[in-house]
């Protein structure tokens, strides 16, 4: 089982930037894709961005030409660069890990943006 361990979450005002960080357990060339999901209590899990191991991305509709998911295998790390933020980007984020058939989830991190 791959342990996941996210941080960089926070509260940051509208118009701002975070970035998230993610490390894996294990090495990630051995993980098929890595990426972000969020949570919020009215809007339910949503994609926010997932990049395969060969670098192939796929972005939710509402962060496109916002985030930015990036990957660096050899620490083991998945980025998500998250500017110009919104009140709605204000959820519980989570990483995910995609490999032998399974799934891994961290422990999620918030981000709040305030207007």
């Known amino acids: 089982q791959v342990q996941l361990v996210e941080s960089g979450g926070g509260l940051v005002q509208a118009g701002g930037s975070l970035r998230l960080s993610c490390v894996a357990s294990?090495?990630?060339?051995?993980?098929?894709?890595m990426g972000w999901y969020r949570q919020d209590p009215e809007k339910g899990r949503e994609l926010v961005a997932l990049?395969?191991?060969?670098?192939?991305?796929n972005y939710g509709d509402s962060v496109k030409d916002r985030f930015t998911i990036s990957r660096d295998n050899a620490k083991n790390t998945v980025y998500l660069q998250m500017n110009s933020l919104k009140p709605e980007d204000t959820a519980v984020y989570y990483c995910?890990?995609?490999?032998?058939?399974?799934?891994?989830w961290g422990q999620g991190t918030q981000v709040t943006v305030s207007s």
């Open positions: 995910v890990a995609y490999y032998s058939l399974t799934s891994s």
């Open positions: 294990r090495s990630a060339f051995s993980i098929d894709t």
């Open positions: 990049m395969t191991r060969g670098g192939k991305t």
